[in-house]
């Protein structure tokens, strides 16, 4: 198992208008979150996530930390809006999480307060943010939406100025148009390999998202995601609404090999409409590498 990430919980005390939230509601049962950890960690987990909601609302995520750590894992990431106590990130920096994505959607106050849903934790977040990049891995990502659009490229100039390791940008609505019209200078684009990854793409017409061609999905078999007691194709899969591979058990692997051999992701509108660029490429060059 290359990468996992498990959907601790639907709560959230932001209130973003582009967020549609989980099917799943309420937290998962921590037994099944410690099933699944210790079920990809007998497989070599090497990277996990913690994500929600807000996962950090999630009173035992620390103790889900502790044990990835206990098992090896490398890469121990949690994506959180930033907006709690410091002393929170602290103890899961403690705990041992040796990266953070935290959600910055706008550049100054009064439009963080509108990205949030009328939430206002600006200088909490800002504050985390500086002291996270100073000890760890951390990154940002902006959701590009007709509310903030405008100010994309301060937002990123922004970001950058925190310093943090690299900038994920994206737009909410399923399109590359946006990002092929932001200028972000040489030195900003340098510093962020993702950023200029996807500013690349976009500018040379690529689109960000679609799946049209990728007959099958290569990344299900070392990646999952795992929401309520079920195990998803990816976190993409389970954020649209799509069903999932089966019930967490010592079985997932298996599972996913069975979906991996007869499912056609270019004729699976989920797939075909959100699959990211990145993992569009990914596949592709295993299916080059296979034949």
């Known amino acids: 198992m290359m990468r996992g990430e498990i959907l601790v919980t639907d709560r959230c005390n932001f209130k973003c208008p582009y967020c549609r939230g989980l099917e799943a509601k309420g937290d998962i049962d921590f037994g099944v979150a410690v099933q699944t950890l210790v079920t990809w960690g007998n497989d070599h987990l090497k990277n996990v996530r913690f994500s929600g909601g807000e996962p950090t609302m999630y009173k035992r ?8 750590k206990n098992l090896g894992v490398e890469r121990i990431a949690v994506s959180t809006n930033g907006s709690r106590p410091w002393h929170v990130y602290k103890n899961l920096l403690a705990a041992g999480v040796n990266d953070f994505s935290v959600s910055l959607d706008a550049c100054c106050a009064a439009d963080a307060k509108k990205m ?11 504050s985390n943010l500086r002291r996270m990049s100073e ?24 970001a950058h100025s925190l310093g943090v390791a690299d900038i994920r940008v994206i737009p909410a609505a399923q399109e590359s148009r946006a990002l092929s019209q932001l200028k972000v200078s040489d030195e900003i684009l340098r510093a962020h390999p993702i ?12 689109a960000i998202r679609g799946a049209t061609d990728v007959p099958r999905c290569h990344l299900v078999k070392d990646d999952a995601a795992v929401s309520g007691k079920y195990h998803y194709p990816c976190v993409i899969y389970l954020r649209e ?12 692997r298996k599972d996913r090999l069975a979906w991996f051999e007869t499912h056609d992701p270019s004729k699976d509108p989920i797939c075909s409409q959100n699959c990211l660029d990145v993992c569009i490429e990914f596949n592709r060059k295993c299916d080059r590498s296979c034949s």
């Not at 949030?116 to 800002?126: N, Y």
């Not at 200029?196 to 017409?205: H, K, L, T, V």
Request: hydrophobic share 35%; charged share 30%.
């Open 116 to 126: 949030a849903g009328g939430v206002d934790r600006w200088e909490r977040v800002t």
């Open 135 to 158: 000890r760890c891995y951390t990154t940002v990502g902006i959701v590009l939406t007709q509310d903030n659009i405008a100010q994309a490229e301060r937002t990123i100039e922004f």
């Open 195 to 206: 950023l200029s990854y996807r500013i690349d793409r976009a500018n040379r017409g690529l």
């Open 61 to 68: 995520l620390g103790d889900l930390v502790e044990i990835a």
């Open 241 to 252: 609404r799509g069903k999932p591979i089966g019930e967490v058990s010592k079985d997932m």
